[in-house]
């Protein structure tokens, strides 16, 4: 199965993955390539960061599931072509922690694929969490801004909402979800 966490820049998509896949260390996370440079005190297994050089050949290769620009920085972000995570997966479901550009892109690829839209509290929750992570005063409000929009598409086309309010309630909600749908098995298309 494909799972697609979600959500504006600054909701905490990444803390809640990582503590999924403590809960769930059975799932396999889709490393992201990105052109953007990497934040201070960011891990360097966060993305495979690449120059736009390599990014776009790898689009002209075929090489993504999904890529998208981000809005207002000229940064790149994709998810490696469903073939390669199926072979890394080594058949475990697959995680893929992505922008709402590609969660709609994959969803359109494939249907069957479960879209967790996570959200802030609030608007201020999310600046605050933009701020802490580094951002300067301009990528905070484009993000912000961004987020908005993105806030308005996502909640209308996510299979589920979650807030993160508090990360280990989040990550749970997101745990039970995923536990649902396993139980119920995959569905006709997904089978082999």
Same mark, same amino acid.
């Given at each position: 199965m494909i799972f697609i966490i979600s959500g504006p820049g600054g909701v905490g998509k990444g803390t &809640?993955?990582?503590r999924l896949l403590e809960l769930m260390p059975d799932l396999w996370l889709s490393r992201s390539w990105t052109t953007r440079p990497r934040r201070s005190g960011e891990p360097e297994e966060a993305y495979v960061f690449v120059d736009r050089e390599a990014f776009e050949k790898? /689009?002209?290769?075929?090489? =993504?599931?999904?890529w998208t620009e981000f809005p207002g920085t000229g940064a790149f972000y994709g998810t490696p072509s469903i073939d390669t995570a199926s072979t890394d997966a080594g058949g475990r479901d697959v995680l893929l922690e992505i922008e709402l550009d590609g969660a709609q892109q994959v969803k359109h690829r494939f249907p069957?694929? &479960?879209? /967790? =839209?996570i959200v802030a509290p609030s608007t201020e929750a999310q600046e605050e969490r933009l701020r802490?992570?580094? #951002?300067?005063?301009?990528?905070? #409000?484009?993000? /912000?801004? &961004?987020?908005?929009?993105?806030?308005?598409?996502?909640?209308r086309i996510a299979d589920h909402v979650v807030v993160n309010d508090d990360v280990e309630r989040a990550a749970r909600e997101v745990a039970g979800i995923l536990a649902g749908y396993r139980?119920?098995?995959?569905t006709p298309l997904e089978q082999p």
């Open positions: &809640v993955v990582d790898r /689009i002209h290769e075929g090489g =993504f599931l999904e069957d694929a &479960v879209l /967790i =839209f802490h992570r580094g #951002d300067d005063k301009d990528a905070v #409000d484009r993000r /912000i801004a &961004v987020g908005a929009k993105e806030l308005e598409v996502g909640e139980e119920r098995g995959p």
